[in-house]
Structure formats: structure tokens, C-alpha cells
């Protein structure tokens, strides 16, 4: 259950009678709002260990996606980080794509995901996701409006698809998080310990300032990050939902080392009512406002970081904490998306 399924379910809010389709479904890992609504697979969810290795079958998703029998919806909205638009729909249906990102293995992170597959996935991606990207922009084309989940999506849209996309940002449940009294000397770090989200970056930096640091979250990275932290680095691989507003609220700031679509935590952290000291690149430009809500540091290393962090010192003398509260539900509360979502399928 992250932002696209967070998606997913104000969508089912919205449209109470919707039916979801889904190329791989594992009824354990989502919420009892998706649970409940009619759902039909792919013959991908069929296919062995589908639930664990879907990624390894992108090849066949385009087939399985306009295998799916949409006739009679006079509106399909399409939750698109992958091939999820490329499905057919009638010709007198709306089909509106919420776009969290063109898919970014095709795309500018081509050579990143790359570099990083194994042997053998590493010389079949050149011929097969040539033939991908062709049919990633020309489904495109099928989609009648589209929805970018920020202004740094908005812009791949355009270069990828050279289609205009609007900017509706994900709903945030703002009003569950709260501001505390009683803040820390900690930084706080929190997201999936993989190469993209550089959870070393502030690793490093941290190690070198010495300041205290306590990093949630797990994967890939976690082990070798362990190994090279100092002891003012403290990590918590996972929190239930009252542990992390807590963490939240008593952070003396977050720090947000990732290049992201959009980034839903340095939203949460900005409605509990402390600063996020920000990568400024990606989806962090719409999220973050400077000098209100936090700072950015201009590159993804050591030193731009350390820099950041000793502004944030000073930033801290003057910080604002209902501010930043403000900031975050006037722009990313649920309403918002609503109201936008409902414009845009409407007009």
C-alpha cells in the first residue's frame, strides 16, 4: 500500500460503482476499500510467481492489458506508472490516465535499471525494450486526458509522449498528523534503502557531521549502509502508522535525499509541522516551498548535503512549524485531488 494504492483507493471513493483491472493481484497486500470492489486479472496473474517477479513479465503486458474487455465503461481512468494506459476502450468512453510516471525503466533511467539487472536480463533489455518504448508513446495516443502527479512528471510527459498533461498532485491525508512539543536533536531519514532514494548520501553526509540521524525503512542497501554508519546513525527497519507520526512530529527535520516523481513523506513530514531539507530536482520542487517548508540542497552529494544541513541550523531559529501544516493541507489534502480529478474527467 504506497501512493498508487493510495491513488487507487480516493478513486474508489469517488466512483463507488467502479470495477478495478489489474495485471497481477495479491488480495494480502491491499486495503479492504480494494478488497471489496470487483476485480478482474490479467492472464499475467495466472502465470508462475507472478505476485513476486511481475516485473520480469513487462514483456507480455502490453498483450494482456488490450486482452482486457472494457466494453460498456463510458469512463476508464487508468493509474499509469507502467503500461496501464494501453488498454482499448470503447469509442465513445473517456479514458483519463492519472500518469505517476512514463515508465522509467523504458525511459531517462534506462541505464541506470540497466547497469543494475543481472547478466542476463542485461543483453535481452536493448531488443526488447526498443519495441516497448515504441508502444509506450504510441498508446498514448489512446488516452484522451491525461494527469501528470507533478510538474516534474508534467515535463517527461511532454519530452516522452509529446502530449500536455495537467498537474494534479496525489491526495495526502493531511489532518492525520499533528505537530508534538517535544522535538529531538534527530534528523530523520525515511523510504526504501535502494540505489534511486541515495539513502548513502545521507549516510555519509551524517557520518562526516556527526550529527544524530535515524533512518526507517529497509532493502537492497541496508546491510552495507549498517556496516559503514557511525554510531550517531541509528536505524529502524520498520514503524507501524503511530510510530511514524510520531517520528515525524519529534524530528528535528527530515532529510530527503531522492529524485522523485512526486514524494508523499516530505508531505506527511511538512503536516506534522516540521521542515524537510530537500533534493531540489523532481517531484520535491511542488511538494517543498522554500523558506516556508524547508530548504534544498542543489546536488546529490556529501558536500551540497552537509551544506544543506547547516543551513538547516539556522533555518530552524525561525522555522514556522504551523506554517508548514498550512502549506501542506491548502495544497495536498484530498480535496484538492478530488476536485481536480473530477474537472478533468468531466470537461
Known sequence: MRGG??????????????????NVYDPSAVSEKIRSRKLTTSFIDRLPGSRKLYQYYLPLMPMALEQMDLRGYDLVISSESGPAKGVITDPGSTHACYCHSPMRYLWDHYHHYRAEA?????????MMYNRLRAWDVSSSARVDRIAA?????????????????EVIHPPVETDLFSKADDISDAYLWVGQMVPYKRPDLAV????????????????SMLKSLKARAKSNIRFVERMNFDELRRA???????????EEDFGIVPVEAMASGRPV??????????SVKEGVSGLFFPR???????DGVGRMELFLRDFVPEDAMRHARMNFAPENFDRKLMDLVSA
Open 300 to 306: 546529490q552529494d556529501v558536500e551540497a548535503l552537509a
Open 277 to 286: 531539507l530537500a533534493f531540489g530536482r523532481g517531484g520535491a520542487l511542488d
Open 204 to 219: 555519509d553526509a551524517f557520518n562526516a557531521l556527526g550529527l544524530p540521524l535515524t533512518m526507517v525503512g529497509s532493502g
Open 118 to 126: 543481472n547478466p542476463l536480463a542485461r543483453m535481452a533489455m536493448p
Open 5 to 22: 494504492e493510495r491513488v487507487i483507493e480516493r478513486l474508489l471513493d469517488l466512483f463507488p460503482q467502479a470495477d478495478i483491472f489489474t
Open 149 to 165: 502527479n507533478s510538474h516534474f512528471i508534467q515535463s517527461r510527459i511532454r519530452k516522452f509522449w509529446r502530449r500536455e498533461a
Open 248 to 258: 515525524y512530529a519529534t524530528a528535528k527535520a527530515l532529510v530527503f535525499t531522492a
